[in-house]
């Protein structure tokens, strides 16, 4: 079942009709109506939006990188993709926030390799559940280095936050940037500095926003 293609999720776990009462009992509590021509089916649009934006822990991302290529190199160099978009929900507050992340890899020598946009399905999918940044990150390097021969593996990832942009301390314009690196990215600082450049030099081409 891919979490992305706007459709609840046919699982156990998910009892729509329940939540929507659920649903319907707090917005009460809230004393924000729903009886009205415009609104009378809030409640149920609500909790479908939660299902769909939570799809990702119903599925098991690292699927994706089961299927390999054989490298077209003998001397491997990094592999990164660069500021894949996605929405999560912060687990604090189940309000959304966004961001772009790039992961790049290092393949060992000889090593077998996965298409690009793999990589921006494991973001993806990470994304799509109740979740903090710090570990979004941790989840993708962890998930490649088991998956795929590396030595080295990063994933730098930009967030704004709703639960701080738009409430609390009304940081309108402000950003969490995270990185989290292994192997090569860690150790290397000269690895770590061409990883670094390289998502720099995207951003000012105009691959970032």
């Known amino acids: 079942m891919p979490p992305f293609d706007g459709v609840v999720p046919d699982s156990p776990e998910v009892d729509i009709d329940l939540a929507a009462k659920h649903a319907e009992a707090m917005l009460t509590a809230l004393g924000l ?5 415009h609104n009378d089916r809030t409640p149920r649009r609500f909790v479908r939006a939660l299902a769909e934006m939570t799809a990702g ?6 699927r994706h ?12 160099t990094m592999i990164l993709v660069v500021n894949v978009r996605f929405v999560s929900l912060c687990e604090h507050h189940l309000l959304p926030w966004v961001g772009r992340a790039s992961v790049a890899y290092l393949p060992a020598t000889g090593a077998r390799i996965v298409g690009l946009s793999k990589l921006a399905r494991l973001v993806k999918e990470f994304a799509a559940r109740p979740q903090v940044q710090e570990r979004l990150g941790e989840q993708v390097v962890t998930t490649i280095e ?45 690895v770590r500095a061409e990883f670094i450049a390289a998502v720099g030099s995207a951003n000012s081409l105009g691959g970032g926003g």
Request: charged share 25%.
């Open 57 to 62: 822990r119903l599925v098991d991302p690292g």
């Open 33 to 37: 109506p729903y009886d009205s021509e």
């Open 146 to 190: 088991r998956m795929l021969d590396t030595t080295g593996v990063a994933c730098l990832i930009r967030g704004a936050h709703s639960c701080m942009n738009l409430r609390g301390v009304e940081a309108e314009d402000a950003s969490m940037v995270s990185s989290h690196l292994l192997g090569r990215f860690r150790d290397d600082p000269a």
């Open 65 to 76: 990188l089961e299927v390999t290529f054989p490298s077209v190199s003998d001397n491997p």
